[in-house]
């Protein structure tokens, strides 16, 4: 019973958000059938999951997240430490939105959906207004989560290279900590629409990382590369540097090592190390690149 009605309240908005939709295979346009599919006008049928997702992948694809990757993360989130970066967003979306319009705010490779849940739920407390939230994800499990723990956004499993909705439908598109397909972004975002991309800084959980890579290129960590490709990309509005320590719980630190691409391929031994060391305090640093499209 209780599935069954988180399934209605996400199929009652993916309903009315309908002309969001584009079909991933022939490009059409989408409905939703009896509260249950989400179908083009070649008959292309994608069903919405109990959990009030909709897969639009043709195929199951694999990713290095599983579900662990995802349950840490959102303990990491819910404990507060990416709080501050969550502020940084959420005044952005604020500043760069003046008007009583409805949008819509994208948030690309969304994972189990923290981020963007915590930065609307921050936008509702300061300010609200009509966004509508819509997360996507290759991870099946990511999704799935996210689904779950808020129905009223829209939730999709999706290849970020072919992302199933029509053209400049977007205000606002995040890309947090995440890899990123510009000509979809490109072609998503309305007319003043903004990319608001979050990349790691060079301090970012540098505690860790300092014991994880000692002795190797990993350890020094460099976004340039990253930037310089953004810059050719959009129209670089602005750069926003965001650190700050955040204390913490020894209980935090396997769900932090677990949580990032960070511990992969480092052996179990400097993964003990870590455990054993203790920490107090940790390092975030980010960088938040804010841009438009090129005209
Ligand atoms: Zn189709």
């Known amino acids: 019973m209780f599935q069954k009605s988180k399934k209605l309240i996400s199929a009652a908005v993916l309903e009315k958000h309908q002309d969001l939709f584009r079909c991933p295979l022939c490009k059409k346009t989408m409905q939703v059938v009896y509260l249950q599919s989400l179908v083009c006008s070649n008959h292309h049928c994608f069903d919405i999951s109990k959990q009030g997702y ?8 694999r990713t290095k997240y599983d579900k662990k990757t995802f349950e840490y993360r959102r303990l990491i989130s819910k404990n507060g430490l990416f709080n501050p970066l969550y502020g ?49 994800d290759i991870s099946k499990e990511g999704i799935s989560s996210a689904a779950a723990e808020n129905p009223s956004a829209i939730w999709c499993v999706t290849d970020i290279a072919n992302c199933p909705f029509q053209s400049q439908k977007f205000e606002f598109i995040l890309n947090i900590l995440s890899p990123a397909n510009y000509s979809e972004f490109q072609r998503l975002l309305s007319d003043h629409g903004l990319v608001i991309k979050v990349v790691p800084n060079q301090d970012y959980l540098k505690e860790l990382r300092e014991i994880l890579y000692m002795g190797s290129e990993k350890q020094n960590y ?20 965001i650190q700050y320590q955040v204390n913490l719980n020894t209980q935090l630190i396997k769900p932090l090592l677990g949580m990032t691409p960070l511990s992969w391929g480092t052996s ?24 438009s499209v090129k005209s």
């Open 54 to 61: 909709v897969n639009l992948l043709s195929r199951g694809m």
């Open 88 to 136: 940084a967003v959420s005044q952005i979306i604020m500043n760069n939105h003046l008007s009583n319009e409805p949008i819509r705010v994208l948030d690309a490779g969304c994972g189990e959906g923290s981020h963007l849940n915590n930065i609307h739920t921050e936008i509702n407390r300061t300010k609200p207004m009509d966004l509508m939230a819509v997360g996507i």
């Open 222 to 241: 460099s976004n340039s590369l990253t930037i310089n490709h953004f810059k050719k990309q959009f129209n670089l509005i602005d750069v926003e540097s």
């Open 268 to 291: 179990e031994e400097r993964i003990e190390k870590v455990l054993q060391l203790n920490l107090k305090q940790v390092t975030m640093d980010f960088k938040v690149l804010i841009g």
